[in-house]
């Protein structure tokens, strides 16, 4: 079974400061790995996915995580962060069809970190 | 290009209600999910489908039961409502197929109260 650790559930940043939200997976095989993106009161969007090629994953608004086997990591960040990044962010993990089992295709997610950006 | 439309947007039931939630996707996608979100928890899957016809357990399926009779929807019911199932549900698909499944697509929400 595959699970995900997001640490901090509240991460507070000013305007133009760099963004960093931890994840960590624990899975039996080499997963998938996504970073979803929650605006208040409304559904998720995929900010990037990592899907064995490039361990480094550029998505969209300036966001991009790396993909660390030795560390089991997927850690989220930008650069510089602007007040239209506050959201809620959700790290998850898949496992691909030849991990067997039932696992395919579902995702399990994290507990969520919020992110709160000052002026 | 509506995507994964979920209905209703909100719900207030009394204890003991049933209710029906209704996902519909257009994108022909085989999987789709059904998750309730709550605070500090993420998102924690119901049930799930990878086909017509097709459904099966997730993480937490006590008190809910689901149906997928034609492949474009997806149905949540509720037969008994309790306090507990205050949430906020999701549906979602994806696609199905070797390099086919890389992410999941998600509706706008249910916000669900029961009091």
């Known amino acids: 079974a595959q699970s995900v650790t997001q640490l901090g559930s509240h991460v507070s940043v000013s305007e133009g400061a760099l963004v960093l939200l931890r994840c960590n997976y624990s899975?039996?095989?080499?997963?998938?790995l996504f970073w979803y993106v929650q605006y208040p009161n409304q559904g998720l969007q995929l900010l990037l996915k990592?899907?064995?090629?490039?361990?480094l994953v550029k998505g969209i608004n300036g966001f991009e995580a790396e993909f660390k086997k030795s560390e089991t990591s997927f850690h989220l960040t930008k650069p510089s962060a602007h007040m239209r990044d506050a959201a809620e962010y959700f790290c998850?993990?898949?496992?691909?069809?030849?991990?067997?089992?039932?696992?395919?295709?579902?995702?399990?997610f994290g507990q969520g970190t919020i992110l709160t950006v000052h002026p | 290009n509506a995507g994964v439309t979920q209905t209703p947007k909100f719900r207030v039931l009394k204890t003991g209600q049933s209710m029906t939630l209704l996902c519909a996707q257009d994108?022909?996608?085989?999987?789709m999910y059904w998750y309730r979100q709550d605070p500090g928890m993420g998102l924690r899957l119901i049930h799930y489908?990878?086909?017509?016809?097709?459904?099966a357990k997730g993480e937490v399926p006590d008190g809910y039961n689901v149906s997928r009779l034609k492949k474009q929807n997806f149905l949540l019911g509720l037969e008994s409502a309790a306090p507990s199932q205050t949430s906020v549900y999701f549906c979602?698909?994806?696609?199905?197929?070797?390099?086919?499944?890389?992410?999941?697509?998600f509706g706008q929400g249910t916000r669900l109260t029961v009091v």
């Open positions: 990592y899907t064995s090629a490039a361990t």
């Open positions: 994108m022909n996608h085989e999987y």
């Open positions: 998850a993990v898949s496992l691909p069809i030849n991990a067997g089992g039932t696992s395919y295709g579902k995702l399990t």
């Open positions: 489908s990878v086909g017509e016809g097709t459904t």
């Open positions: 979602a698909s994806s696609p199905w197929g070797v390099r086919a499944w890389t992410e999941a697509f």
């Open positions: 899975s039996s095989v080499p997963p998938y």
